[in-house]
């Protein structure tokens, strides 16, 4: 199945530093999504871009959907070591009642402390 | 917020029997739900698009006869693995479609042995 480029694929980092993860694609979407997943659970909503252009934020972390709406940034500042796990990007394409999310690859963070 | 609920949290089985997995929205309705698939260390993968009262889309290489989807009511969708094999074990994940966003299950870990 189609699935998102993310990159890095794994990050090692000092608490206290900050994240930058991306995710391209070829496909335009409509909503593009972050996630983050911790072993044995499913992933759970982080930040959801719903504009071109547009820069969300959710406390440390800072997301934008691309001008060209394909592709997507999510950055965590001042990172803890709960912050460990993997993150992953998701596209929406569709419309209602057809709508469904494609998955980019992911990000495992691992925070030092 | 909703919550969406998956039973068993983990099953183990014997290669040739049926596994049922049931995903559930419990508090709010869902006329569309989605079950993905999730091997060790990797993404995400639609498997298909379950909607309420219809016949379930499946994505491309998957197999409708082995993987039967059930979405009976606007609460409850099921996912029966038929004839499994060792190939099958994995962490099977539904979300249920809400207004904004798709809500997530907490997922169920399949290994047939």
């Known amino acids: 199945g189609q699935q998102l480029n993310q990159s890095p694929q794994s990050m090692f980092i000092q608490e206290g530093e900050d994240v930058s993860m991306n995710c391209t694609s070829s496909?335009?979407?409509?909503?593009w999504l972050w996630y983050k997943q911790e072993p044995g659970e499913g992933p759970v909503l982080l930040i959801a871009l719903y504009k071109a252009g547009e820069l969300t934020s959710n406390g440390r972390l800072t997301a934008q959907f691309g001008i060209t709406r394909k592709d997507s940034f999510l950055n965590i500042s001042a990172s803890i070591p709960s912050d460990v796990g993997i993150y992953f990007c998701?596209?929406?394409?569709?419309?209602?009642?057809?709508?469904?999310?494609?998955f980019g690859t992911g990000t495992r963070l691992k925070v030092l402390a | 917020g909703a919550v969406v609920s998956q039973h068993p949290s983990w099953v183990i089985c014997k290669s040739g029997t049926s596994v049922k997995i049931e995903c559930r929205s419990l508090?709010?309705?869902?006329?569309?739900m989605f079950w993905y698939r999730q091997f060790p260390k990797q993404s995400l993968m639609l498997m298909a698009t379950?909607?309420?009262?219809?016949?379930?889309?499946?994505e491309q290489g998957v197999e409708k006869d082995k993987f039967l989807i059930n979405h009976a009511s606007l609460t409850l969708s099921t996912l029966t693995v038929t004839s499994a094999h060792p190939e099958d074990s994995s962490f099977y994940i539904c979300?249920?479609?809400?207004?904004?966003?798709?809500?997530f299950g907490p997922g169920t870990r399949l290994t047939v042995t």
């Open positions: 496909s335009i979407f409509n909503t």
């Open positions: 508090d709010f309705q869902a006329t569309t």
């Open positions: 998701a596209g929406q394409s569709g419309g209602s009642g057809t709508y469904k999310y494609i």
């Open positions: 979300s249920a479609e809400g207004v904004y966003e798709q809500y």
């Open positions: 379950s909607n309420e009262g219809s016949k379930a889309t499946y």
